[in-house]
């Protein structure tokens, strides 16, 4: 009796199985997609994900700017690209109610011909005044379109705080008696790069020579706590420094993870606090 009966225990348990096994996978993709539809970045979402999140409170947009330059022998060109990115999801995911817009990784540089500024160096691309700023213009109205109610710019360069501000100004303006959207330049994200953060490496001992401007110890380490593949890190440990004709501006030898670290957490905490500061005033 036992030996007829083995045969359908084994037919029954391999069905249990199976649908011990499609249960699994229904719930693993299950949670995969639920992972991707709570992704803060705009780039990770379909159009009806962005819209319910947007109808259920998610009514800030971070526009990160970064640009593609020269960042010394050894910073790769989308430095800034890069490091706005990360930043940006951070500081969506502090805020709560925030989503993040692709990178607008082309802007002004200098001159293209004669070459001035980053243009003397290969792999830099600029474009004008004008069309960044139409292409800024242009971003934050698609967005008020779709229901958000602030429209964040995050620059991560120092050559076009100027024209985010005008952009912002100019929509304002013409928004004035429509409180549906605001445009905010936050500055603060970069100012913080220039003195907080240099301030506290100041106090760690280091000269304003190896901080630098510009691809310099602040700058590098800076990228290496974002993601050390920024950095070619076997250059650092060069004897000879890197000077002006290179591109750099500072020293970037003695750079580490943690040292930028403390820009990292600066430059977030300083942004998280700015715009919710902007988006209680115009409440």
């Not at 649908?19 to 709570?38: D, H, I, K, N, T």
């Not at 817009?101 to 003397?120: F, L, N, T």
Request: aromatic share 6%; glycine share 8%.
């Amino acid at each position: 009796m036992q030996n007829r009966n083995f045969p359908f225990s084994d037919r029954w348990g391999s069905r249990v199985r199976l649908v011990l096994c499609l249960v699994a996978v229904f719930f693993g993709v299950a949670q995969a997609q639920a992972a991707v539809s709570r992704s803060n970045y705009l780039e990770e979402l379909t159009w009806t994900e962005l819209r319910d999140r947007v109808g259920t409170g998610a009514t800030t947009v971070l526009v990160p700017i970064g640009g593609t330059e020269q960042n010394g022998p050894h910073m790769v060109l989308g430095k800034h690209n890069v490091r706005v990115h990360v930043l940006a999801g951070e500081i969506a995911q502090r805020l709560g109610n925030a989503l993040v817009a692709p990178v607008i990784a082309y802007v002004p540089e200098g001159s293209i011909h004669p070459p001035a500024a980053h243009m003397r160096f290969a792999g830099t691309i600029s474009i004008s005044d004008a069309s960044f700023e139409a292409m800024l213009e242009a971003t934050a109205r698609s967005f008020k379109q779709h229901g958000f109610r602030d429209v964040v710019f995050l620059g991560d360069h120092g050559g076009y705080q100027k024209n985010e501000e005008k952009v912002a100004q100019k929509l304002n303006r013409e928004w004035s008696k429509d409180p549906a959207c605001r445009v905010h330049a936050l500055l603060d994200y970069y100012r913080v790069t220039e003195t907080a953060y240099v301030a506290a490496l100041r106090s760690k001992g280091y000269s304003d020579d190896e901080i630098g401007q510009h691809a310099g110890l602040a700058d590098t380490s800076l990228a290496l706590a974002v993601d050390k593949n920024l950095v070619r890190t076997e250059l650092l440990a060069s004897s000879a420094k890197a000077t002006r004709q290179d591109g750099v501006l500072g020293d970037p030898r003695k750079s580490s993870a943690e040292l930028g670290q403390l820009g990292v957490e600066q430059i977030v905490q300083t942004s998280v606090a700015a715009i919710l500061s902007r988006v209680r005033q115009q409440r």
